[in-house]
């Protein structure tokens, strides 16, 4: 028996708007928003050369990440980890980090988080100040 497919499962980061509030160019891909899933999000960043995101921790998520091109560097609750191309991480719940673009081209990752905060807002716990400040948050759906 073949289960039909009863919602969008594909998106290009094209579609979606890059968000650069804490740094780099960052486009949710899947996330409840984009195609209604219920278990986490994800999607790409781009990091040119000395661009950073910002330190944050997820009070409720991992975040999974996997470096495709690039020279970069998280540093986790202090202690710094160079990545390169081919490099995964996994950042434990509720743990600071911060990601840097150490290297002279630019960088591209993709990441996920699991599982979902209770609430969008509750996700993401700054630490220091955002880049751009004035800019939104991504927005990833789910329970309001």
């Not at 960052?26 to 960043?45: A, D």
């Not at 999974?64 to 710094?80: K, N």
């Amino acid at each position: 028996m073949t289960t039909a497919i009863s919602r969008t499962v594909k998106v290009s980061s094209d579609e979606v708007e890059p968000n650069t509030k804490r740094g780099g160019d960052i486009r949710v891909t899947l996330s409840p928003r984009t195609v209604g899933c219920t278990s986490g999000f994800g999607g790409v960043m781009t990091l040119e050369p000395g661009d950073w995101v910002t330190e944050h921790y997820h009070p409720f998520s991992e975040e999974f990440l996997h470096v495709i091109d690039g020279t970069l560097e998280m540093t986790l609750d202090g202690r710094q980890i160079a990545l390169e191309a081919g490099d995964s991480l996994l950042v434990p719940i509720g743990v600071r980090h911060r990601l840097v673009n150490t290297g002279e081209v630019t960088a591209r990752a993709a990441f996920h988080l699991s599982p979902l905060a209770p609430r969008p807002e509750l996700g993401h716990v700054d630490t220091e100040q955002a880049q751009r400040p004035g800019e939104a948050n991504p927005d990833v759906g789910g329970a309001p």
